[in-house]
């Protein structure tokens, strides 16, 4: 089991760019949610993608948008890059639940630089 | 609206002393807390988590946690601290359902001394 991969591991932009970053869940996971983590801070929600829609959405500006392929695979792209949003993003995976308390399982995470 | 506070940013202990990090939450509901672990340049791994089926946790690498509604606290302990143990210490918690995010503290940094 490869569990949750991200690619690319690291990435840097110039201010006003945009990026993808890019998320495989583990085997069998329907669900996909994305974090920022800023140097010293916990890891912020930004969204979570389950049948392809973003079922909720955390306090980030439209700038930040997602997709998820029928594969459960993700995508995060960020568009109009500032230097506030050098920080490494995470992807989790989890299964379904209307419930709380699933385990989510984490990637490795993009450390993406703005310059 | 959940929220976590962890008490403490940084944590030095012995090698073979106790560990303990501080974790308050604040939920509406009754909440499902959750610890993390997360050693540099990777991502979270999870340590315990508490659904309500037991107030005592007990997670991996021979940590544990207990919830105490009374206090609001989940704090994190493990006995004997190993020079593996040194880390980032992450609490969390998402609220029982309808709100599928984790919110997590702002992590305590675990350093071991020999």
Redesign the interface.
Known sequence: DAG?TQSPTHLIKTRGQQVTLRCSPKSGHD?V?W?QQAL??????IF?YYEEEE??R?NFPDRFSGHQFPNYSSELNVNALLLGDSALY?C?SSLFS????????????TRLTVV | AQSVTQLGSHVSVSEGALVLLRCNYSSSVP??LFW?VQYP??????LL?Y?SAATLVKGINGFEAEFKKSETSFHLTKPSAHMSDAAEY?C?V??????????????TTVTVRA
């Open positions: 949750v669900t949610s974090y010293g801070q916990g890891p912020q929600f979570q079922r909720q955390g995470l989790a209307l419930r709380g308390g699933v385990e989510a399982f984490f990637g490795q995470g | 909440p499902y993390y340049n990777q991502g979270l791994q999870l988590k659904t992450f969390a998402s609220a029982a359902g309808g709100d599928y995010k984790l919110s997590f503290g702002a992590g």
